[in-house]
């Protein structure tokens, strides 16, 4: 009694000291990322714009407006049916209350925070990839289409075609230099062009060696998602994501440097961007923070390490937020300018294999699954395994015999007596013998061959094909889930198919998926298989 006794407040303090406990204050100073939005935009959402208490928020050719100081996120319409993608969202300090949508079908003004939109007929149907304002002049803006730039000297009034550059790719964005005449910086899918009047020069191009890798990805089609910003200004330096490689330079595009990649450990940086004062870029293992003193780059995933980011952006505030756009939802973490990393938070991010295809880790992976619909349906290979050791072992195991025997012996003798006498019958005692016996035998040419294998392979022929056919379905439901995912996500519906119907195909899928699993797919990662 004692020995339980012993045990039971052993157990108890086991489980109540996490709770009488105080966590550490370095738990309590972990900056955090808050949701900002409704959370019916999981998924759906690409981009997002900041404007005051306002984001814009879009993918494909659907844009919302969440208003984060009520927390209420609503659809945004505007000339959606002939749009496919949205390219942008701008807003300019020289033209207040006016809000700018760029899209393949054109540009478009809102002037009450997007309530209203209307095409502006000045720059027609042509798409409109990017939108800058001269910093020089507060009335003259630049615009581009796929191969074009364009420029007008009263916005938004007529447009004119300034250069028309079609051998260097398709035009995704532009910077203005500063302090420097009409020297313009393009973002192409051939790389990274500086055009002015006196003609046109590849700063970083996709033929060089950092690039090779990231090649395939640069040359997406615009229509499938915009791409992100690869050039940013800090410190009145240029600096420009180019694959896994970064590039600076402080002479206004005369030479570029390597910047550096310490702490990234990733071989795709996607986006970079300037908040408040502090470099930000989004690679593809996380969001990392630039470093200055130490010249390193720190995650500051903290509490979004589990969600696969998508992009993202700053509110523009006098105490700018970094907003992060994931597959979970859109994300808010404020006064970047305080966030100091430990350099504990890149531990995850060194670990991340840069080769394997990106997912929400809320969800399984293909593999994952695979293994859950194996054990749901007992198909485990491990099992055939089990039963070809076992027959062989069988050999070495005896056969165990067991007899009894029995016998009981009844004694008569017969007496015959004289003439008038009668007979007389002597009935002597039972004669009883009882006999046990006990045999082992061992029958070693199963070591050789044994029969029971023909009925395990077999079984095992039968066991494989089931298994075949269980996980062949089973993959086909899973990227057939992603694929409804990313139409949903990118706006790739086809005429006739609204949201919810996908929405309904992917709950459907997940349905299939989840009869094949026990539901273990929805109950992920509470169901993960260690």
Not at 125 to 148: G, H, M, Q, V, W
Not at 206 to 211: K, M, R
Not at 279 to 285: F, I, S, Y
Not at 494 to 519: A, F, H, K, N
């Amino acid at each position: 009694m004692k020995r339980i006794s012993v045990t039971i407040v052993i157990i108890s303090l086991f489980f109540v000291a996490p709770l009488i406990l105080p966590a550490s204050a370095s738990e309590d100073n972990v900056p955090r990322w808050r949701r900002i939005d409704s959370g019916f935009l999981d998924g759906v959402v690409t981009r997002v714009h900041c404007e005051d208490h306002i984001i814009f928020a879009w993918g494909g050719r659907y844009l919302y407006r969440i208003d984060t100081s009520t927390g209420q996120t609503a659809e945004m319409l505007f000339d959606r049916d002939a749009t496919r993608v949205i390219f942008f969202i701008s807003s300019f300090r020289a033209l207040p209350g006016q809000i700018f949508l760029g899209t393949d079908r054109g540009l478009f003004r809102s002037m009450d925070s997007g309530a209203i939109w209307e095409h502006l007929p000045s720059w027609g149907e042509t798409p409109i990839t990017c939108l800058k304002a001269d910093p020089n002049n507060d009335s003259r803006f630049f615009a581009s289409s796929y191969d074009t730039l364009y420029e007008t000297k009263q916005f938004p009034g007529q447009w004119i075609k300034k250069y028309t550059l079609s051998d260097i790719g398709t035009i995704s964005s532009f910077s203005l230099a500063p302090h420097k005449h009409e020297c313009f910086y393009l973002e192409t899918t051939q790389g990274l062009f500086a055009i002015s009047g006196s003609g046109k020069e590849r700063l970083i191009g996709t033929n060089s060696p950092e690039t090779a890798e990231a090649q395939s990805e640069i040359d997406e089609p615009l229509f499938s998602a915009p791409a992100l910003p690869r050039l940013t200004s800090y410190s009145n330096n240029f600096i420009y994501v180019d694959g896994a490689a970064l590039f600076f330079s402080d002479n206004l595009g005369l030479s570029w440097n390597r910047f550096s990649v310490q702490g990234l450990n990733s071989q795709k940086i996607r986006q970079i961007m300037v908040v408040g004062n502090r470099l930000v870029a989004l690679a593809e293992n996380g969001i990392f923070l630039f470093m200055a003193d130490e010249n390193i780059w720190r995650s500051i995933a903290f509490n979004l390490s589990m969600s696969h980011v998508l992009s993202i952006a700053s509110d523009n505030s006098d105490c700018p937020a970094l907003v992060a756009v994931t597959e979970r939802g859109i994300f808010q973490l404020d006064h970047i300018a305080a966030v100091r990393p430990p350099a504990s938070m890149n531990i995850d991010a060194c670990h991340t294999n840069p080769n394997q295809t990106s997912h929400d880790p809320n969800e399984p992976s293909i593999q994952e699954v695979h293994r859950m619909v194996i054990a749901y349906a007992d198909l485990e290979p491990e099992k055939i395994r089990q039963w070809r050791r076992r027959s062989v072992g069988c050999a070495f195991l005896p056969e165990l015999s067991l007899g009894y025997d029995y016998d009981s012996t009844m004694n008569i003798d017969l007496d015959r007596g004289g003439t008038s006498d009668p007979d007389v019958y002597i009935v002597g005692p039972k004669e009883k013998n009882a006999e046990w016996s006990v045999s082992l035998g061992w029958d070693l040419s199963k070591l050789l061959w044994n029969d029971d294998i023909l009925t395990i392979e077999l079984r095992a022929k039968t066991l494989a094909d089931l298994r075949e056919e269980i996980l062949n379905r089973a993959t086909h439901l899973y990227f057939e889930r992603k694929r409804l995912q990313h139409r949903l996500r990118h706006g790739v519906i086809e005429e006739g198919v609204s949201d919810e119907d996908i929405r309904i195909q992917i709950e459907e899928v997940t349905g299939y998926l989840d009869s094949l699993t026990g539901g273990g797919f929805s109950r992920y990662p509470e169901t993960a298989i260690q």
